[in-house]
């Protein structure tokens, strides 16, 4: 053998290794709509950009036709690090482009000097684990579009990279910042802090020291070479050169020399890293023996889920807050109102418990705590001029709370401050309370524009039910609509009106007057979101118990994200009925939305049909969403196969169900031949 056949030769297996790896793991679907040449050619292309790597980030957009169809194809290799497929997907969900396929297979390879592959061993020492991406858009992009997104994604993949090769660092930072402030027992708080975040509930984005010199004149400036993170480079700080006084805004001067020792807030730019969202923002403040600042610490980041669940007596700085708080209502231990001040506070987002001052917290408490009358609707608005920012927190009646509510609520303050929203919280106290913050970046507002907002936000605060009413009335004219909001008065709870817009409600009227005017007793429908759909099962008289319901949507192919049940209780002749709803929210296996794929619209009409017993309930049922199969022809594949056994043609049933689903086109050719012969 020669040594260019040699190299063939190593070449073609790298290539067959690198197909296998790539098929390996992903679901039938939607790899099943696709034909033996179109995944060859998958994944030809795929390994071609991949086979060579020459940048810590190689990146491509190009666009593929199939038919009359353009799809756009994106992929990327990089070495292999947490982050990478949240901060794809978050940056194509803000662009609003649907994802149809997405792989992202992890290498451990081998290169040369030149980036060239050399091996993909997996139980090689010396292998470095790379992740490539191979995604599938739904969008038709022009150059100057797809340069845009190609720069842009670019740019946060490198942020990925800075960020997760700072990540050690930045914890051994906020660890040394500890023992650097032992010594002062009176920080005990801070330090623990500190290592609350490190261990698993902050993800820490950022880095950057502050130091202040103090001579003839006061300056401010960055600790140059020790940022880290998204604060890498020092050039992109307005500190990186010393600022005299006179050029720090009068707020920015407060919070540096006269604040806090711990800082908090919120940053204005939000991270491209992980998820897109405000940055939460830690400051540690160092003084001198004469009380004088001297440096200050600045981490950036984001909460981890597990920090969010964790209540906020626990955390420490909040607790210290409220004991203080405690203390100063002289509440005794074990009392009712012991008790139900620390109900309210854990109720409040940790953004603003972490933000307000214990005089600040104390205010927003009593306003609930005090509150004369359950159906008052209540605006605070407190200013926080050193962050430039507003926290505004409405208290209303929980049945008046709704998706709509909330949202035109968030919207006339947003007009009315003048500013932009930073993070909403909603929270149901115990009774009959439902508690608003909002954060806006904005500038303090005279009493009576706060006036003119508090009526307005009252105004907005009508009845979820005169809003039901409304829409049906709407729907189905005056006296119709007034009858079905008379019947549904009471139909549905105070959790359903909180998570669901009025237009929800009407849909769901319609599926429930169906139900109670036919003879049938349950229903299914499939209804398309931006990301994902929704599968909602409407059943008169018991639910679905779950372990029936989450077989038989696997058999299906379907990959369920999250559940919510409901019931809805509607009093006819007085007699009371009560209709299950479940809603599921799904997407197919490797997270595509459902709306992507051709057998999408059979689906509802294929599990009504498992669920009344005219179709059994198996993993032939994927065939309906891989190559738009309705349950009438699944069927007829399930006849085919069963007198395939009957012949002997496979030792087993399993043997040719799994040729019918790894070749889902075949299942579908043999359905449309039988029909095309009988037709």
Same mark, same amino acid.
Request: some cysteine; overall charge negative; charged content about 30%.
């Given at each position: 053998?020669?040594?260019?056949?040699?190299?063939?030769?190593?070449?073609?297996?790298?290539?067959?290794?690198?197909?296998?790896?790539?098929?390996?793991?992903?679901?039938?679907?939607?790899?099943?709509?696709?034909?033996?040449?179109?995944?060859?050619?998958?994944?030809?292309?795929?390994?071609?950009?991949?086979?060579?790597?020459?940048?810590?980030?190689?990146?491509?957009?190009?666009?593929?036709?199939?038919?009359?169809?353009?799809?756009?194809?994106?992929?990327?290799?990089?070495?292999?690090?947490?982050?990478?497929?949240?901060?794809?997907?978050?940056?194509?969900?803000?662009?609003?482009?649907?994802?149809?396929?997405?792989?992202?297979?992890?290498?451990?390879?081998?290169?040369?000097?030149?980036?060239?592959?050399?091996?993909?061993?997996?139980?090689?020492?010396?292998?470095?684990?790379?992740?490539?991406?191979?995604?599938?858009?739904?969008?038709?992009?022009?150059?100057? %579009?797809?340069?845009?997104?190609?720069?842009?994604?670019?740019?946060?993949?490198?942020?990925?990279?800075?960020?997760?090769?700072?990540?050690?660092?930045?914890?051994?930072?906020?660890?040394?910042?500890?023992?650097?402030?032992? &010594?002062?027992?009176?920080?005990?708080?801070?330090?623990?802090?500190?290592?609350?975040?490190?261990?698993?509930?902050?993800?820490?984005?950022?880095?950057?020291?502050?130091?202040?010199?103090?001579?003839?004149?006061?300056?401010?400036?960055?600790?140059?070479?020790?940022?880290?993170?998204?604060?890498?480079?020092?050039?992109?700080?307005?500190?990186?050169?010393?600022?005299?006084? $006179?050029?720090?805004?009068?707020?920015?001067?407060?919070?540096?020399?006269?604040?806090?020792?711990?800082?908090?807030?919120?940053?204005?730019?939000?991270?491209?890293?992980?998820?897109?969202?405000?940055?939460?923002?830690?400051?540690?403040?160092?003084?001198?023996?004469?009380?004088?600042?001297?440096?200050?610490?600045?981490?950036?980041?984001?909460?981890?889920?597990?920090?969010?669940?964790?209540?906020?007596?626990?955390?420490?700085?909040?607790?210290?807050?409220?004991?203080?708080?405690?203390?100063?209502?002289?509440?005794?231990?074990?009392?009712?109102?012991?008790?139900?001040?620390?109900?309210?506070?854990?109720?409040?987002?940790?953004?603003?418990?972490?933000?307000?001052?214990?005089?600040?917290?104390?205010?927003?408490?009593?306003?609930?705590?005090?509150?004369?009358?359950?159906?008052?609707?209540?605006?605070?608005?407190?200013?926080?001029?050193?962050?430039?920012?507003?926290?505004?927190?409405?208290?209303?009646?929980?049945?008046?709370?709704?998706?709509?509510?909330?949202? $035109? #609520?968030?919207?006339?303050?947003?007009?009315?401050?003048?500013?932009?929203?930073?993070?909403?919280?909603?929270? %149901?106290?115990?009774?009959?309370?439902? #508690?608003?913050?909002?954060?806006?970046?904005?500038?303090?507002?005279?009493?009576?524009?706060?006036?003119?907002?508090?009526?307005?936000?009252? +105004?907005?605060?009508?009845?979820?039910?005169?809003?039901?009413?409304?829409?049906?009335?709407?729907?189905?004219?005056?006296?119709?609509?007034?009858?079905?909001?008379?019947?549904?008065?009471?139909?549905?709870?105070?959790?359903?009106?909180?998570?669901? &817009?009025?237009?929800?409600?009407?849909?769901?009227?319609?599926?429930?007057?169906?139900?109670?005017?036919?003879?049938?007793?349950?229903?299914?429908?499939?209804?398309?979101?931006?990301?994902?759909?929704?599968?909602?099962?409407?059943?008169?008289?018991?639910? #679905?118990?779950?372990?029936?319901?989450?077989?038989?949507?696997?058999?299906?192919?379907?990959?369920?994200?999250?559940?919510?049940?409901?019931?809805?209780?509607?009093?006819?002749?007085?007699?009371?009925?009560?209709?299950?709803?479940?809603?599921?929210?799904?997407?197919? &296996?490797?997270?595509?939305?459902?709306?992507?794929?051709?057998?999408?619209?059979?689906?509802?009409?294929? #599990?009504?049909?498992?669920?009344?017993?005219?179709?059994?309930?198996?993993?032939?049922?994927?065939?309906?969403?891989?190559?738009?199969?309705?349950?009438?022809?699944?069927?007829?594949?399930?006849?085919?196969?069963?007198?395939?056994?009957?012949?002997?043609?496979?030792?087993?049933?399993?043997?040719?169900?799994?040729?019918?689903?790894?070749?889902?086109?075949?299942? +579908?050719?043999?359905?449309?031949?039988?029909?095309?012969?009988?037709?």
């Amino acid at each position: 053998m020669t040594l260019t056949q040699d190299h063939a030769a190593t070449n073609a297996d790298l290539q067959r290794t690198f197909s296998e790896r790539l098929l390996a793991s992903i679901p039938r679907d939607p790899l099943g709509r696709l034909s033996a040449a179109q995944r060859d050619e998958l994944c030809d292309q795929a390994f071609d950009f991949f086979a060579s790597r020459d940048a810590e980030i190689k990146l491509r957009l190009f666009s593929r036709v199939r038919g009359a169809e353009t799809t756009t194809v994106v992929q990327s290799a990089m070495p292999d690090r947490p982050f990478i497929i949240d901060t794809f997907r978050e940056y194509l969900h803000e662009l609003a482009i649907p994802i149809r396929l997405l792989l992202h297979p992890i290498f451990k390879v081998e290169r040369d000097p030149a980036g060239r592959l050399t091996s993909l061993d997996s139980a090689a020492a010396s292998g470095r684990s790379e992740s490539m991406i191979h995604a599938e858009l739904e969008a038709a992009l022009s150059p100057e %579009r797809a340069a845009e997104i190609t720069h842009e994604l670019q740019a946060r993949l490198s942020e990925v990279l800075v960020v997760t090769a700072d990540f050690e660092a930045m914890k051994s930072r906020a660890l040394k910042i500890c023992e650097e402030i032992a &010594p002062a027992r009176e920080l005990v708080e801070i330090r623990d802090l500190l290592r609350w975040l490190v261990d698993d509930r902050f993800v820490f984005l950022g880095y950057r020291r502050y130091l202040a010199t103090h001579g003839d004149a006061v300056s401010v400036g960055v600790d140059l070479g020790r940022g880290l993170g998204l604060m890498r480079d020092d050039s992109r700080s307005r500190y990186a050169s010393p600022q005299p006084l $006179e050029r720090i805004s009068p707020e920015q001067r407060r919070l540096m020399f006269e604040g806090p020792v711990l800082i908090v807030g919120k940053t204005r730019a939000h991270s491209r890293v992980h998820r897109r969202a405000a940055m939460d923002d830690f400051v540690v403040r160092h003084t001198d023996q004469a009380g004088r600042t001297v440096a200050l610490d600045r981490f950036i980041g984001l909460f981890t889920t597990r920090a969010l669940a964790e209540e906020p007596k626990h955390i420490p700085v909040l607790r210290a807050k409220l004991n203080e708080l405690q203390s100063s209502e002289h509440a005794l231990p074990g009392s009712h109102d012991f008790r139900e001040l620390e109900r309210t506070f854990n109720a409040f987002p940790k953004e603003e418990l972490f933000r307000a001052s214990t005089a600040e917290l104390r205010i927003e408490l009593e306003q609930i705590l005090d509150l004369p009358r359950e159906d008052e609707v209540r605006l605070t608005v407190l200013s926080d001029p050193n962050r430039q920012s507003v926290v505004a927190m409405v208290l209303m009646p929980r049945e008046r709370m709704s998706y709509e509510v909330r949202v $035109e #609520i968030q919207e006339t303050l947003a007009h009315g401050l003048g500013g932009e929203l930073v993070y909403f919280h909603f929270a %149901r106290r115990e009774g009959y309370l439902a #508690i608003l913050h909002y954060c806006f970046h904005a500038r303090a507002q005279p009493p009576e524009a706060i006036a003119e907002l508090q009526a307005e936000v009252s +105004r907005i605060a009508r009845g979820w039910d005169d809003r039901l009413e409304e829409a049906l009335a709407a729907i189905y004219g005056e006296a119709a609509g007034h009858e079905l909001s008379r019947r549904y008065a009471r139909a549905f709870s105070v959790d359903y009106k909180a998570r669901h &817009p009025i237009d929800r409600a009407t849909a769901d009227v319609s599926r429930v007057e169906a139900i109670l005017a036919g003879s049938f007793e349950s229903t299914v429908e499939l209804v398309h979101g931006a990301d994902r759909s929704e599968l909602r099962f409407y059943e008169l008289g018991d639910p #679905i118990p779950l372990s029936d319901l989450m077989p038989m949507l696997a058999n299906f192919g379907l990959r369920v994200i999250s559940e919510e049940a409901d019931e809805i209780r509607v009093r006819t002749e007085g007699v009371s009925q009560t209709v299950f709803t479940q809603a599921f929210s799904v997407q197919a &296996p490797k997270g595509q939305p459902l709306a992507a794929l051709e057998g999408n619209n059979l689906i509802a009409d294929a #599990i009504g049909a498992v669920r009344a017993g005219r179709a059994e309930d198996d993993q032939l049922n994927s065939l309906v969403l891989s190559v738009a199969l309705d349950w009438r022809r699944v069927g007829l594949v399930r006849a085919l196969l069963a007198i395939a056994l009957q012949m002997k043609l496979a030792p087993g049933r399993p043997g040719l169900e799994r040729v019918a689903l790894n070749h889902p086109e075949l299942a +579908r050719s043999m359905a449309d031949l039988f029909c095309a012969r009988l037709d």
